[in-house]
């Protein structure tokens, strides 16, 4: 009797062992499917933050290419203003120093009527002199700052250094269109025409 027990045990048991091994296979596969669902979702979270990340790179590039274009801009514009201001700068001071000059030239012209009064009339030596002192002194200065005067007596006529004031007929063919007198004298300032000279030409 015990002998048939024990082999009905064994036979009731196999089927559970049996029934068992399907379960175990699905509980198995459900866990490698949540855990494939899981890498799956991880790449997608993955790929979403990479693609995000790519978006603001592309954004942080656009940023810096517009932040560099912005400079070189603002970069242009200041060496622009720097050299404008410098060449005004430098024209005020000429400017400012042309004015100064040119305002001495009448007192120049003074001097030379003076002395040339002088000269003429039966005035003192010493007032000659002194006259001619101070014509020199002024003319020094001038000509340590740049002033020359235009040397226009028997020159040819060039409407660059001269302007004719009169017109006077000449018999010789070389003084023609020649400068024959000056009525006021001309000045340069550093090769510049300050002041033309008036003159009468020969036709």
Known sequence: MDKENEEKEEKVEMPEEAQEAPHKEEKEKDRK?????????????????????????????????ETRDQYLRLQAEWDNYRRRTAKERLELIDNAGRDILTGFLPILDDCQRALQVLRESDAATAAIEGTELIYNKLMGYLNQRGVERIEARGAAFDTDFHEAVAQFPVEDPEKKNTVIDVTQEGYTLNGTVIRYAKVVVGI
């Open 33 to 65: 499917k949540r855990k494939i669902a899981e890498q799956a979702e991880q790449i997608k979270q993955l790929n979403e933050q990479v693609q995000q990340l790519e978006e603001e790179r592309n954004k942080l590039k656009e940023t810096a290419l």
